[in-house]
């Protein structure tokens, strides 16, 4: 019997996810024993920052007790309450229901699972995070990606998202802090989203892992506290905030109108029961995160500032290197001056061991080239980094245009 070659689903096609894809060329590099700077990859714990014991002591205390069983699908009770503190805490108050997931991308793919049908959009802040490219191909959407401003401080474009919107746009999302730009939505902006989304009948999907990670003695603006009529979904979670992306623990937050979204919360909560639950264990870190001590907070907020402000002082110096400055976060995503974002980023990494991520990767606008930056790592590896990056890009400029 001769076997047939088997065909993968169509909609795999188009999956990208530039920000691991790009690790194959690193491992290549490092086989040559090349000194490898890894600013690519926003896993805190890689680096110098280290996950709270007000999370591995509660986590341990409930392997212990043997709390090792299925969870309730939309999460345990202690968390959920958690949440819904936290969430009042930022001023959202009309909260409809909370639901615990592996992740905040499992609480985003859920819900765009449950809003949207093949051929229907959702507007996809460009640049943005790549997951959402990767779920939009999965469910067999169509691509509506609206643009950020470089110019107005990487501002979501309002005129380019009322442009976007047609008869099958069922969502509009939002990071908030934006990666991979580490830029954060100022207010007026934020009313103007929402008014597009009533206007329109949208569901807001407010990604805000970063929410507390904000620079400069600024605090951010859950859009979802500035108006209680308007549908949406705020996601979080712990990997950032409390640095532990290990646990794969994240949450949603539905709030708005019940008479509007009481089906749609049901078609939410099918999806969690056919998953059955979250990781069990790690949801008793919920509580003990985000009501406990937050004295990490400020500790890691003050390392990453300080990065921050390293990089900006190096790139500033760099002719044809351009950067808008990250006002939270722990990204950056500057313009460089090249014909191919791509060719520059591989080419980096097999001279000089530097692992950024092409700007192509997160969308862009056209005839623009940028590349995103972690500054996770110690001083004294972004320093060493950033000053390899600098001596490169001159030779690069000589040598391919």
């Known amino acids: 019997m001769k ?3 088997i065909i993968p689903a169509r909609k795999t096609e188009n999956v990208r996810y530039a920000i691991r894809d790009i690790i194959s060329l690193a491992n290549q590099v490092a086989t040559t024993g090349k000194k490898m700077y890894y600013l690519n990859i926003g896993d805190p714990n890689i680096y110098d920052h280290s996950t709270p014991d007000t999370l591995i002591l509660p986590t341990i205390e409930a392997l212990k007790s043997n709390l090792n069983g299925y969870a ?3 999460g345990i009770p202690s968390a959920i309450e958690a949440i819904k503190i ?5 001023g959202i108050n009309n909260i409809l229901d909370v639901f615990v997931t592996s992740g905040a991308s499992e609480a985003i793919e859920i819900c765009l699972s449950a809003l949207l049908n093949p051929g229907d959009n959702f507007l996809m802040p460009t640049p943005g995070y790549p997951l959402y490219t990767a779920v939009e191909s999965k469910l067999e959407l169509e691509p509506n990606p609206y643009y950020l401003s470089e110019e107005n401080r990487w501002q979501p474009d309002i005129d380019d998202i009322r442009n976007k919107i047609n008869n099958r746009t069922k969502a509009i999302v939002l990071i908030n802090p934006n990666n991979p730009t580490g830029s954060v939505c100022e207010k007026d902006t934020l009313f103007e989203i929402i008014n597009l989304a009533l206007e329109n009948n949208l569901v807001i999907f407010a990604d805000e892992i970063y929410d507390k990670l904000i620079f400069d003695g600024k605090e951010l603006i859950s859009i979802a506290s500035l108006n209680n009529d308007v549908s949406c979904i705020t996601f979080s979670g712990l990997s950032k905030n409390y640095v532990a992306p290990g646990f794969r623990i994240g949450w949603g937050v539905v709030s708005g109108r019940y008479e509007i979204l009481n089906d749609y919360i049901e078609a939410i909560n ?4 056919a998953r059955v639950s979250a990781n069990h264990p790690e949801q008793y870190a919920i509580s003990s995160a985000l009501l406990g001590n937050q004295d990490h907070l400020r500790e890691l907020i003050d390392k990453l500032q300080k990065r921050r402000d390293i990089m ?3 790139l500033s110096k760099i002719n044809g290197i351009n950067l808008v400055k ?3 976060a722990f990204y950056a ?3 460089v001056d090249v014909k191919d974002d791509t060719h520059f980023v591989t080419e980096l990494i097999k001279e000089t061991g530097v692992v950024v991520v092409p700007g192509s990767g997160f969308g862009q606008r056209p005839n623009t080239n940028h590349f995103r930056i972690v ?4 001083e004294e590896i972004l320093i060493e980094a950033f000053e390899l990056i600098a001596d490169f890009y001159k030779k690069y400029k000589s040598k391919f245009e």
Do not use: C, M, V, Y
């Open 86 to 90: 936290d969430s009042k805490n930022k």
């Open 326 to 328: 990250p006002e939270g």
């Open 375 to 378: 500054t996770l790592p110690q």
């Open 333 to 335: 995503f500057p313009s």
């Open 3 to 5: 076997l047939k070659k």
């Open 270 to 273: 099918k999806l969690l029961r």
């Open 312 to 314: 900006i002082n190096i």
């Open 72 to 74: 309730p699908s939309n």
